[in-house]
């Protein structure tokens, strides 16, 4: 899984349910998450509840904040055309390449029209080229801003 300095942040919440993880879906993103896609992101090895992984009928997961960012992220890109497969591609990427990104997400924006993606340093002005392809509008992530807000919903859930 991609690291995300969580460590302070998984001790001072705790970890997420799959219920408080869907619930934060739908008031952040406006999506109704069915719990049949959380466990298939789980099974597929693509968002995998990295506090706690299922252990049996009744056991529950913990996901991270960490966890919860990049379901978002997930979520965000699927709503502009990248398909789950390129996502992969994307932590693939970040994990083995990139990762300045999740160290530093405020510094970060991800630009993609559904076809190509491309990361961006706001620091650097750098542009990285994920996913290349061609079409007409563009979409922008900004990821740092979608962790600060992911970790105030997180904290506001657990007060």
Sequence with gaps: MVEINTEKQKNSVGGLTSGDVVKLMKALEGINLSFDQLYYYENTGLIVPSIKKAQGKGVPRLYSVEDFIVLRWLVQMNKSGVHVSQFREILDMLRSKLPEVVKNPENWLLITDGKSIKFFDKVSSRTYDIIE????????????????QSGKAVTDLKS
Excluded at 133 to 148: D, E, H, I, W, Y
């Design 133 to 148: 392809n061609t079409a007409q509008c563009l979409f922008v992530f900004p990821v740092g801003k979608v962790a600060q």
